[in-house]
Structures are given as C-alpha cells and as structure tokens.
C-alpha cells in the first residue's frame, strides 16, 4: 500500500529520473557529444570530486566503472583536452565501439531436429573427453548480444546473467550472435539440436552487447565487472576492438588477477599476416587472455581469420552448427565461433582441476594441442584438443 509520503517520494523520483534520463537522450543522438571514459587517481579525488569535474567539463556520467577507477561519460567535445589536464584526472579514453566477430547466418526454425554431433565438437575431441569431465557445474559466463534463455536445447545449462547494456532487462538476446556462442560451449546431450563441448557447463548470459552486435568498451567493462563478482570461472568473448585501449587491458588484467580465463576470438581481419592486414583485435592481443584462430573443416586455416605473435590455440570456425534465436540452430563462421569450442575445453578441464589459474589453464591447453602444420602465427600452439587437455597432469 502507497501513503501519501510515498506516493510524493515517488513523484520526486520519477522526476528526478526524467530530468536524468532526457539529457542522456539528447546527448547520445550526437550534437557534438562523445562516448569517452574518464580514470581518476583515487588517492587525489574523492567520488563527489569526481562527480564535480564531469559535471564542471558540463558532461554527464553514464555508468561509474570501478573496476578502472573510471567513469563511463558523455562530453562535449571542446572539453575532452582541459579534462584531460584537470588534476587528478590519468586518462581520458575513448569509450570504443566493440563489435561481435561472428558473420552473417542462415538460420532454421523449429520444430525441434534429432540431435547431431557439430564438426567442430568432433574435431577438438569433445566426446572421447566426456567420459572424465563434461564441464559439470563450472561457470562459464558468455559476454556477448545476451542468449536466448529458454531455448530448449540451453535451457537445462542457463544458470543467470546480466544485461549491462539495460540492466532492468534481462540479457535475452536478440542478435542470434551469443545463443550460437553458447550453443557451441554448452549445448545439452539429450535427444534435439546439437550438443556442446562442456554439456554440463553453468551458462550465465552477461549481455554487453545489443541487438545490432555492436556495443560499447563501458558495458564490456561492466560485464567483466559482474564476472568478477560473481565468481565466474572462465569468460568467452567473441568480440573485440581494432583498436588498442589502455582502460580495456587494465580492465582485462584486473579479470585475470581475479583468476578468470578468459578466452577471446582473434579477429576476422584476413587477408594474410604480414600484408599489413589480418591483425588479432583487442583484447585478443593482450598476453592475459587465450586468443583463439579459426580453421575449417580439412584444418586449413580460415581465409578470413586475424593472424599474428598474439594467436594462442586454433579452433574449428568455419561452417559451424550450434543454437539460434527463435528456438532455432544456424551454421556460422567466425573466429567468434572458433573461441567457445576453447572455452568449452577450458570449462572440461576446470571441473576435473578446479583452481587452476588462467596461466596454468592456458599452458596445458597449448601442451596438449595437436600441431596442423600451420605457422605459428596461425595455428599458436594448434588446435586444441579436449581429450588431451582434461588427461593431462
Ligand atoms: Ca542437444
């Protein structure tokens, strides 16, 4: 039951709120505003100080970022050069647009089909691994356009999420680019669809991504953020940047001190290693995650995946068969497609050594891969193999 006082703290509320929200919604149309991300020192300003300096540079704070000591905002342009020299004030970023790296699709419709084996969870040796581990119960969080949360063939292995993009909504998704993800992570052994690599992985949807597939670095930082808090084992994230951002690696080595894998689609940038193209993304080229290649179904390297020093493992990307919206399943190709078959060997290898530290789950992945002749900047260590990876010490 409302009283009268409650009934005018919530009009004063709801005002407030509205006054918030309609700058926001004028600004983000454009008119000479930019998506920049703010790092204080902390040591000098307090949180009201840093409320004040946004508000001085006449910007509007969008989303506090902790986990950086920053602060995702809106700012006129003309402002972004004395903020950048206001005391106490490190950095000011770009808050870049991150984009999913999978490629457009053609996707069925239900009713459900018999359940078939993907090449993919074949090729990395999947079911020969299930008799030791099928990834029971480790958590495994999917930054991505958010997963279709009763799709009848995930629905068993949803177990939460986060939509960081709207956090009211619930990260449903409503791309198709996250459900293909987790399909291939975690899709369940039963009678329909298709079945994953860890089928009894705990999937969590932290949607960083909207329906479009772009997003921005803030919403993956506080996607990384809820990983963080809670107790996430290993993250996937089939996106990236093409551009190096300092906030985003210090973003990415807080998740890795914090004792999460995190594995990272390399890019589609092909084109050949050493033409000047063909590049690995961010955060695919930072030293703490697993940055993962795709290669298709005679193990040839993909003709559209990044190459470079950065690639760790290679995975099977090209022609790949896993869950869709509408209930459905569609065949993708993507580095994006490649990275969940490695995180899935990563949740087989989790159940049976919990604990183990990023490091020592990226060292045992790329001892036990199997070499396909490829150049190092192609294949890293080769491709992985679950079977190896989940029977070694
Ligand atoms: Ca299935």
């Known amino acids: 039951m409302f009283t009268n006082r409650c009934r005018f703290a919530a009009i004063i509320l709801l005002a407030l709120l509205v006054s918030l929200c309609l700058p926001l919604a004028v600004m983000a149309a454009g008119n000479g505003y930019a998506k ?15 409320q004040a ?55 069925s419709q239900p009713p459900q089909p018999p359940q078939s ?11 020969t691994a299930w008799d030791i581990s099928v990834g029971m119960g480790v958590k495994v969080a999917v930054l991505d356009t958010g997963i279709q949360l009763n799709h009848p063939d995930l629905a068993a292995n949803i177990a939460g999420g986060y939509n960081a993009t709207n956090p009211v909504r619930s ?32 999937l969590y949807a932290v949607k960083a ?13 506080e ?3 809820w990983c963080i808090d809670n107790g996430i084992q290993v993250v996937n994230m089939s996106l990236g940047a093409s551009t190096d951002n300092e906030t985003f690696h210090n973003a990415i080595i807080k998740v890795y001190e914090a ?23 961010y955060p695919g080229a930072y030293p703490e995650v697993i940055a993962v290649s795709a290669i298709d179904s005679s193990n040839r390297f993909a003709v559209f995946s990044s190459a470079g020093p950065a690639v760790d493992l290679a995975a099977p990307g090209v022609n790949v068969l896993s869950t869709y919206i509408k209930s459905g399943y569609a065949t993708m190709s993507g580095t994006s497609m490649a990275t969940p078959h490695v995180t899935g060997v990563v949740a087989l290898r989790l159940a049976s050594h919990p604990g183990e530290s990023p490091d020592q789950v990226k060292a045992v992945l790329q001892s036990t891969a199997v070499d396909l002749g490829l150049s190092t900047d192609q294949q890293g260590a080769g491709l992985v193999n679950a079977y190896a990876a989940v029977t070694a010490p």
Do not use: C, M
């Open 259 to 281: 004792g999460i894998t995190q594995v990272v689609a390399a890019g589609n940038n092909g084109g050949g290693y050493g033409s000047g193209t063909g590049a690995v993304d």
């Open 171 to 202: 990260p449903s998704d409503g791309n198709g680019h996250g459900t293909h993800v987790a399909g291939t992570i975690a899709a369940a052994n039963n009678s329909i669809g298709v079945v994953g690599v860890a089928p009894q992985a705990r």
């Open 223 to 225: 996607g990384l953020t």
């Open 117 to 127: 084996l993907p090449w993919g969870i074949a090729r990395v040796n999947a079911p």
């Open 209 to 221: 991504l909207g329906n479009s597939g772009l997003g921005t670095l803030s919403d993956v930082i």
């Open 36 to 50: 920049k991300i703010v790092i204080f020192d902390t040591n000098i300003v307090n949180e009201p100080a840093r």
């Open 53 to 107: 300096i946004i508000h001085g540079a006449g910007g509007v704070i969008v989303k506090p970022l902790p986990l950086v000591d920053g602060v995702a905002v809106l700012l006129p342009e003309p402002a972004v050069a004395a903020l950048t020299a206001h005391a106490g004030v490190i950095r000011v970023d770009d808050d870049i647009e991150i984009y999913a790296t999978g490629k457009p699709s053609q996707p």
